[in-house]
T-cell receptor, first 113, second 111 residues
């Protein structure tokens, strides 16, 4: 596609449920990032995939958070046993290389009730 | 870990006034990038600075990279309401490491 896409655009879930957020990066981009942005706040780095290297998971806030990137393309961010403090916009970005310009998707707005 | 300090956190200006946001790192950077996020939108790349002392301009926006490659600034001349949004710097430490984003400066422009 022309840009980074994310789905769903909005997700409302109940506390304790698991959610899966999907990111389709720009074709050919080897680097993929997940960020979390709470209302009015900055970008909180979560995880970084670069080619075939082991992902940098240093930003994941707890073991309830995990992410996969299959075939070097699509990525899924999974949040298990969601909590109300997980409510935020989850942004995905991709770049040609790890240090290149990042192209952001529109984000998934997650609300945990 | 690596931190990038960005100031101010908020800035309210009258339309036509100038605006500057600053980004500082404790370590030397490979390069620095600037992004703009409009309200309700996602961050969009503005520019990348690579060379020591580099200055780049985009219309009313002037970007600078410090001589020591540890700090950067974004200056907007004669702000307009279309400049409203949050401006983020993103630091590249080099190597196969992810960019580090500043917390952003939220600009409000009063018409």
């Amino acid at each position: 596609g022309a840009g980074v896409s994310q789905s769903p655009s909005n997700k409302v879930t109940e506390k304790g449920k698991d959610v899966e957020l999907r990111c389709d990066p720009i074709s050919g981009h080897t680097a993929l990032y997940w960020y979390r942005q709470s209302l009015g706040q900055g970008l909180e780095f979560l995880i970084y995939f670069q080619g075939n290297s082991a992902p940098d998971k240093s930003g994941l806030p707890s073991d309830r958070f995990s992410a996969e990137r299959t075939g070097g393309s699509v990525s899924t961010l999974t949040i298990q046993r969601t909590q109300q403090e997980d409510s935020a916009v989850y942004l995905c970005a991709s770049s040609l290389q790890g240090e290149g310009t990042q192209y952001f998707g529109p984000g998934t707005r997650l609300l945990v009730l | 870990g690596q931190q990038v300090m960005q100031i101010p956190q908020y800035q309210h200006v009258q339309e036509g006034e100038d605006f500057t946001t600053y980004c500082n790192s404790s370590t030397t950077l490979s390069n620095i990038q600037w992004y703009k996020q409009r309200p309700g939108g996602h961050p969009v790349f503005l520019i990348q600075l690579v060379k020591s002392g580099e200055v780049k301009k985009q219309k009313r926006l002037t970007f600078q990279f410090g001589e020591a490659k540890k700090n950067s600034s974004l200056h907007i001349t004669a702000t307009q309401t279309t400049d409203v949004g949050t401006y983020f710097c993103a630091a590249d430490r080099g190597g196969n490491t992810p960019l580090v984003f500043g917390k952003g400066t939220r600009l409000s422009v009063i018409a």
